[in-house]
């Protein structure tokens, strides 16, 4: 999904940080609005590339630069992969709430909500860990134990 270099991950954590406020806003007040917002900081992470995602900037501009170099780096795509499924989650949200459909934002929300606050508190990044059973499983076909090809 993405070409880019290792990402340092406190920079994932700081946008889950971000992410996990505004979801938490948009659970008080119900801005389909806001959480149109958050989709379209999701697509640019997700789609266009981690480096270019709002947070990131915020995070390799005005954090970073304050901090000791990572002394460990992390892979980009299960990250931008992260990004684009909460995209989904952001973009079905914010459909709901702006058609509605509040019980459907509200699902979507606090899914996007637990995600991030999981990630900002724990270092457990759900999306990240779909990603890998989805590359585990899509692998598994193509290989056998001893590691000949099928």
Known sequence: MSNEPGLDPRG??????????????V???????????????FAIGGFIG????????L?????????????????????QFSQALGFGFAA??????LTGFTTVGIVAAALAFAAAFLNAAFDFCMGCEVY???????????TTRQGATA
């Open 132 to 142: 890998g059973l989805i590359i585990r499983f899509t692998k598994r076909g193509t």
């Open 12 to 25: 994932p954590r700081f946008a889950a940080t971000i992410t996990a406020i505004v979801a938490a806003v």
């Open 59 to 79: 995070y390799r501009r005005l954090v970073a630069p304050r901090l000791a170099p990572p002394t460990e780096r992390e892979p980009a795509a299960p990250v």
């Open 50 to 57: 981690i480096r270019y995602a709002p947070y990131s900037v």
């Open 27 to 41: 659970l008080i007040t119900g801005s389909g609005w806001l959480l149109a917002a958050q989709a379209v900081v």
């Open 92 to 97: 079905v949200g914010a459909v709901g709430y």
